[in-house]
């Protein structure tokens, strides 16, 4: 087709040297982390640049210290990714077929829901979370981070849901599937990379939550790991092989989740914040 | 309500409305049944976010303490609020920190993410992989970034300065200990967090871009800068809108951040909008006064998200 000139294979090398000089710069802290991790005995003290043996004595700590804070993350964080999808899926699909009055002006809203700071919804709701007896609940904390995710689902699916060919709606409805079982076996299926790239998101910002974790709660009882270590260094800035070994901890899911789901990850920038 | 549903509908299935002995009922059911699918979400969102919305504005004239929360007695004190936090320098000072915040973060994240993008538009081995790799900075919690980056800033004991001492650059920069540099420091941080994002976006939009241009750019001799200025820029200014009003909307509210890195001090060098509300309403329980930080916040964004949707608009046609 149209000619283009192959760039020189040790130019296009040249190139890939230079993206791993830019991914080590950016990457570098996070090197940094893991390397303070297994260095505890650093203390206070400057950290040598490369770990001089394996000392898992941080890790050990961190997680006798934090292990139960990561899995209330994980508890709260797999809840909200259960009540956001249960919510926004079908109001994804609400929003994008049926044509209701209304709808525009709810896509609206919600568009516009992403400039309500997190601090002010906190500030308003803490007393009827005090009310409602869901201040230091798993429940309330779960209901508040479902909120990070419910935007943006229904954004991003619907723009997907938009896109289903009518004719396969049609056609289940001909075959006698009212509008429950035609999205249940028909839209949901055809709608499998939205929503995981939904849920994938949804789980991302409520394991990320600090801003609820911090306010939401009173006591200890419900601590999620974002919270945990923001203590920890109040608690023990001495101590910061533990604190970055339970920070290791901490992002373990984002790279899990980058490696495997790469591509749902990209396809979830680019969708939530564009359409 | 599911089997209703069902049932309602099945009579109609041969050829549509003609058949069925009460259009106007089935219709109406049909359309209760969709509202159905729409109904939670807008019962969620109403409750979490326009009735904060509503009640953050009811709670700035009110006047809270902290025996509040045991006698539940927050009696209206007209505009008493809304002056003492005008009076409050600090206040000010929030507001000139948000925006600087605000601004510096957005120039940085976006200037580099593009030429990111840029550099990634290229095809070269490993494009994919160390592009999907970048993005890690800004998957991991951000008070966990904050913390990391905690250390490495240490004036003493950090990573940074040590560098800097190798190279002969000083290498005793107070980083986030002195007023004078603290700001900077967590904007630099926060550029180091947002950069992934707006590489993403930007690239998207670069991959949209019609080769046929290029070509037709290169035909007619204009050098890279050339085409770049005259022909990149301009296709992608929607993209361009788009990533920097939602960079707005999310660098404006930023809290985690900085609570982790400076918990707003040194001698409140850092302290915004958010930490000012945060401290406020859940640090010196007067939550009035939070509110009224807040709904300050709430404006400034608002005047963003007008020009949001009205990128949006344009994007969607």
């Known amino acids: 087709m149209v000619s283009r000139t192959p760039t020189p ?151 997907f849901m938009v896109s289903i060919p009518g004719e396969v709606i ?38 990320s939550d600090f801003m609820f974790a ?22 023990h800035v001495g101590d910061w092989g533990s604190v970055m070994a339970a920070s290791v901890l901490s992002a373990v899911p984002a790279a899990v989740l980058l490696v495997l789901a790469q591509k749902y990850i990209a396809a979830g920038i680019t969708g939530g914040s564009v359409k | 309500m599911t089997t209703s549903t069902v049932t309602a509908q099945a009579p109609a299935k041969p050829s549509g409305r003609a058949a069925a002995p009460d259009p106007a009922r089935l219709r109406r059911r049909r359309t209760l049944a969709q509202w159905g699918f729409v109904v939670p979400a807008v019962v969620f969102m109403v409750l979490f976010f326009g009735y904060p919305l509503v009640r953050n504005v009811v709670m700035s004239f009110q006047h809270y303490t902290p025996k509040t929360f045991f006698t539940g007695e927050a009696p209206f004190n007209g505009l008493g609020n809304w002056s003492n936090v005008f009076q409050d320098a600090l206040f000010g000072k929030a507001l000139w920190h948000t925006l600087v915040f605000t601004a510096g973060s957005l120039l940085g994240q976006f200037c580099l993410g ?21 993005l890690l900075p800004w998957l991991v919690p951000m008070v966990v970034s904050g913390v990391v980056w905690r250390r490495i800033l240490d004036q003493d004991t950090g990573v940074l300065n040590a560098f800097l001492g190798t190279l002969g650059l000083g290498g005793d920069t107070p980083w986030l200990t002195s007023p004078g540099m603290a700001l900077l ?75 982790a890195l400076t918990d707003g001090g040194p001698a409140d060098a850092t302290q915004t909008l958010g930490t000012l509300t945060y401290q406020n309403s859940f640090v010196r329980l007067d939550f009035g006064a939070g509110a009224v930080v807040g709904n300050v916040l709430i404006l400034v964004s608002a005047v963003f998200a007008v020009l949001y949707l009205r990128a949006s608009r344009t994007e969607g046609k």
């Open chain 2, 185 to 259: 420091s967590v904007i630099l941080v926060n550029i180091w967090i947002g950069v992934p994002f707006n590489m993403v976006i930007l690239y998207g939009g670069l991959q949209e871009i019609p080769r046929e241009l290029y070509e037709a750019a290169a035909l007619d001799g204009a050098s890279a800068w050339r085409t770049f200025r005259s022909l990149t820029l301009p296709m992608l200014r929607p993209v361009i809108t788009v990533v920097l009003v939602l960079g707005f909307m999310s660098t404006v509210k930023i809290l985690d951040l900085i609570l």
């Open chain 1, 170 to 207: 049609e056609a289940a409805q001909l075959d006698g599937a009212g509008p429950v079982r035609t999205f249940l076996r028909v839209v949901l299926p055809m709608s499998r990379n939205a929503l995981i790239t939904s849920g994938l998101f949804a789980f991302l910002f409520s394991w």
């Open chain 1, 214 to 235: 911090l306010t939401l709660n009173t006591t200890d009882e419900v601590k999620p790991i974002t919270l945990g270590i923001y203590q920890y260094i109040g608690a």
């Open chain 2, 114 to 134: 593009l030429a990111l993008a840029v550099f990634f538009s290229r095809r070269f081995p490993l494009n994919g992989v160390l592009r999907s790799l970048v």
């Open chain 1, 9 to 159: 294979a040790r130019r296009r090398w040249g190139h890939t040297v230079a993206g791993v000089l830019i991914l080590c710069v950016m990457l570098f802290p996070l090197y940094w982390m893991l390397n303070t991790a297994l260095q505890p005995a650093s203390g206070l003290l400057q950290v040598d640049p490369v770990p001089s043996g394996l000392d898992l004595s941080g890790f050990s700590k961190a997680l006798s210290d934090q292990g139960g804070h990561l899995l209330t993350s994980l508890a709260v964080s797999l809840g909200a990714v259960a009540v956001c999808l249960a919510i926004a899926a079908p109001a994804a699909y609400g929003l994008a077929r049926f044509g209701l009055r209304g709808s525009r002006t709810i896509v609206f809203g919600t568009l516009i829901t992403q400039m309500v700071p997190g601090i002010v919804i906190a500030n308003a709701l803490y007393d009827s979370y005090v009310d409602l007896g869901l201040v230091n609940t798993h429940f309330g904390l779960m209901l508040a981070d479902a909120s990070l995710g419910i935007p943006f689902s229904i954004v991003l699916m619907r723009s």
